[in-house]
């Protein structure tokens, strides 16, 4: 570390005889509620919020001065970024001539025929032809890769071809997903630089809005994939038919990710036709996916039925068949300033931060069980991830991740398409893919650190050495032989390339300020000012299951982000990307039990010292000089910070979730209420924000309400149930006072003794059936006992189940308004006694009665 002289102190709470519960999230993130008022043209790596770009500068100004001790990296001249700046524009135009020349009209260019591939005439190759439909894709989809090179004169001309010679009206299925994010995306961005340039470069006076025409005659040609009972999209459409073919009509599955990259492109068409329709089938296709979310883990599967939303695959990851997706949450956030988008973001999120990472690896868990890997290698996809990190303030995981997976890329020259938990091949093709460049790309715009220049010349050294072929560049087919495959993708001109040339270019020297758009996931730019132009006939502000917690904004913790001093450790992490040493395994603070004698004697060689509080509590100290090594006491640096991170997110974590059981204080006209704390249930509705279950409660019979029926079933309905805990699971008891058409159900613990003060509250468990429609919390047994009095003392007792947060606040805002009232009443009565000396005015404070509007 910089300073051998920290000392850390933390006081933590936890069992001395377990493990800690949740997963540390590699983040250190500073929650804000302020109030963040969005503005129309930020830098898209600040988020679209002033709150955001003063962090980032603030990490930026840190970084500069850092003085650690550490390996330097290797700095870039101006000479050298100009010279690798112009060797990318030139595997560019070699790319992108031979397509011009070989390949032209047609969708894609195969480099070692050195001719085009037309969808019906060159031998098929099954799904992976349906991103083809014979509309010149390769070239639409890289008409504004010309205009960032600042080749304008081939962009007209480029624009002029398109114009002339694509057309859609054509009888082949497509994907409905690749055919938006190239062709929509490639139109849409084309047709907003060409008017961009019509009012600042003084050419193009002949453009009228063709390519704009273009993409909305795509759009309507899509449209019917979204007539679903779900208004989830189908995965293919026919571009002349719709889905009038038989064959369609019979596929009923597409994966997460097809269905939810639509937003971006479909509101961008929408506000600049001004045809609503589009962004309101891609906002209808998003609500839909939310709601089949995985309520206990909040993770997502990868295939799904259109009609009934079953999920078809439940794998959960952040790679192939997902990774777009959240993507796409928060990039719809930035460009169109829904709220709704960032909550959903954040809670994907952590779930995916909890669940499927571990470490820099993640590996694809069931959504269902997220405790059981679903498989044991990694693809190339989830090389996107640490860019998505960087644009939502994650910047030391996604320093992690890059890490790692440039190891993976040194070991086998390119990132193999996919790659086991010990880096080896899995799947060895690479298709020249750019998800991990533009990582690269997004990282060194966040921190300056040249090591990402570094990197980005060994995989421009590797795309010249290993895919460079005489027309173009070529997909390798196997990584361990070097061998080629006829195959060279859209995205290879209109991403690779594109983001690989902009690592390298200063963005003063670029025609267009970047920090004004968003990139799509085919790194289409779409400009910021697109939230200016609304879309009314879309209510975003509708209600959602979201706790506060949801919402907040994230500024990263500055000490942490040295990149070279997150790199560090994981230096050697890939077996044979450089020499491995010797070395124990690192203990994370998540894994840490205070009743382990390893991991007693591991934090004593950090440097750690702990010292037992009692109930429960203990509190750790650190000093450098203590620990058995320099590494050691860098470790138990890192340690502290985790455990901080750790118990931060447990609290947080605990407020957002804790339920509270609520009844007036003396009778039905009282005024003040006690709140008793309750855990929640991974099943059944969310209690959260201002909703609420209030009713009369009574005791089941049988009163563990493990029988078929409640033989109390008519007096029981719509009123509250309590059911003590055991004989049968939490969801069984759930269903059987469910069926009596109960309002909700309160599980009170079957140990004498427990109470929620002193012991951890813990989520209800599920099966995995979404079945459960009425809210069901539990309480330990000494909450339950206070209940149980207040329930004896008054008969046909009303209770309030609600979120404590929620209880919290609504108790503050009626102190507030008696407050007011007050104040206002003694204003008055001071003003009369001057006014009229002989009048007597008696005032009462006016008692505010629970209503519904928390």
């Not at 377990?18 to 999230?25: C, D, F, M, N, P």
């Not at 961008?268 to 045809?275: K, N, Y």
């Not at 982000?561 to 450089?578: A, H, I, Y």
Request: hydrophobic fraction near 40%; glycine fraction near 6%; include cysteine.
């Amino acid at each position: 570390m910089c300073s051998p002289q920290i000392v850390g102190n933390l006081e933590m709470s936890t069992p001395l005889n377990g493990a800690l519960k949740s997963r540390a999230i590699n983040t250190t993130p500073t929650p804000t509620t302020a109030k963040t008022i969005r503005k129309a043209y930020t830098s898209i790596f600040l988020f679209s919020h002033t709150h955001y770009l003063f962090c980032l500068l603030l990490i930026l100004h840190i970084l500069s001065f850092a003085v650690c001790e550490i390996i330097p990296t290797e700095i870039l001249s101006r000479k050298e970024r100009e010279e690798l700046r112009e060797e990318a524009r030139d595997m560019f135009y070699h790319a992108y001539y031979a397509y011009m020349d070989n390949g032209y009209p047609a969708d894609e260019l195969m480099p070692l025929s050195c001719k085009g591939r037309y969808r019906g005439v060159t031998p098929s190759r099954g799904d992976m032809d349906d991103v083809l439909g014979n509309f010149s894709m390769t070239l639409v989809d890289t008409l504004d890769t010309l205009v960032l090179l600042g080749d304008l004169s081939e962009f007209e001309i480029s624009v002029k071809y398109v114009i002339r010679d694509v057309q859609f009206d054509n009888d082949i299925i497509v994907s409905v997903f690749e055919t938006n994010i190239r062709m929509i995306g490639g139109l849409l961005s084309a047709h907003l630089l060409s008017e961009y340039l019509q009012k600042n470069a003084d050419i193009m006076p002949w453009y009228r809005g063709e390519l704009l025409e273009m993409a909305r005659d795509l759009g309507y040609r899509l449209l019917p994939a979204f007539n679903t009972t779900t208004g989830i999209p189908h995965a293919r459409i026919n571009l002349r038919y719709g889905m009038k073919d038989d064959q369609l009509k019979r596929s009923t599955e597409t994966c997460t990710a097809c269905a939810g990259t639509m937003l971006l492109e479909f509101a961008a068409l929408s506000r600049l036709t001004g045809d609503p329709i589009f962004e309101a089938r891609a906002h209808a296709a998003m609500d839909a996916l939310w709601k089949l979310r995985n309520r206990g883990s909040d993770l997502m599967g990868t295939v799904l039925n259109v009609h009934s939303g079953d999920w078809v695959r439940r794998d959960s990851g952040v790679g192939a068949g997902i990774d777009s997706y959240y993507e796409y949450l928060f990039k719809s956030y930035i460009l169109l300033g829904d709220d709704k988008y960032l909550a959903r973001f954040n809670r994907h999120y952590n779930a995916v931060m909890k669940y499927v990472s571990d470490g820099p690896l993640f590996l694809d868990v069931l959504m269902h069980r997220p405790h059981a890997k679903s498989r044991n290698f990694m693809d190339a996809l989830l090389a996107f991830w640490p860019g998505l990190q960087v644009l939502s303030g994650h910047l030391k995981p996604a320093v992690q991740t890059h890490e790692m997976l440039y190891q993976v890329m040194q070991m086998h020259n390119f990132i193999p398409e996919a790659f086991t938990m010990d880096f080896q091949i899995h799947w060895g093709q690479h298709h020249l893919r750019p998800e991990f460049i533009e990582s690269t790309y997004f990282l060194y715009r966040a921190t300056g650190d040249h090591h990402y220049l570094q990197v980005g010349k060994k995989v421009l050294k590797a795309l010249q050495k290993y895919a460079k072929v005489p027309c173009g560049y070529a997909a390798v087919n196997d990584v361990r032989t070097g061998k080629h495959e006829d195959r060279m993708d859209s995205f290879v001109l209109s991403e690779t390339f594109k983001y690989l040339y902009l690592l390298f270019t200063e963005p003063r020297d670029l025609l267009i300020n970047l920090d004004e758009f968003i990139f799509t996931t085919e790194a289409h730019l779409l400009p910021l000012s697109l939230a200016q132009l609304g879309n009314t006939s879309y209510n975003f502000r509708q209600a959602e299951e979201h706790n506060i917690m949801d919402f907040m904004r994230t500024c990263p913790s500055s000490n942490k982000l040295f990149p070279e001093k997150v790199r560090q450790p994981l230096r050697n992490l890939v077996t044979g990307s450089c020499p491995r040493s010797p070395a124990t395994k690192k203990l994370l603070a998540v894994d840490f039990q205070a009743s382990n004698a390893d991991h007693l004697r591991t934090v004593y060689d950090m440097g750690i010292t702990m010292v037992s509080l009692g109930d429960g509590k203990v509190r750790l100290f650190h000093s450098f000089y203590n620990a058995k090594s320099p590494e050691d006491g860098e470790m138990g640096l890192m340690f502290m910070e985790e455990m901080i991170e750790l118990t931060k997110m447990q609290s947080l974590n605990q407020l957002a979730q804790l339920q509270a059981v609520a009844y007036k204080k003396d009778g039905s006209k009282s005024n003040d209420w006690v709140a008793l704390m309750a855990g929640p249930s991974h099943f059944g509705p969310e209690l959260i924000q201002d909703n609420f279950v209030e009713g009369e409660v009574i005791i089941a019979d049988p009163i563990r309400a493990c029988g078929p029926v409640l033989r109390n079933a008519e007096k029981a309905r719509a009123k509250i149930v309590i059911a003590e805990r055991g004989d049968c699971t939490f969801v069984s008891k759930a269903r059987v006072v469910q069926s009596a058409g109960v309002l909700a159900l309160i599980v009170c613990d079957n140990t004498p003794g427990s109470s929620g003060e002193f012991q951890p509250m813990f989520a209800m468990s599920g099966d995995g059936v979404n079945d459960v429609h009425i809210p069901v919390v539990f309480m330990f047994s000494q909450e339950f006992t206070k209940l149980s009095a207040a329930m004896h003392s008054k008969p046909e007792m009303q209770v309030r189940i609600m979120q404590m947060i929620e209880f919290k606040r609504w108790q503050m805002t009626k102190e507030s308004k008696a407050k007011n009232e007050t104040i206002t009443l003694k204003a008055t009565e001071s003003t009369e006694e001057t006014t009229t000396a002989t009048s007597t005015t008696m005032h009462t404070t006016k008692k505010t009665k629970p209503d519904k509007e928390l």
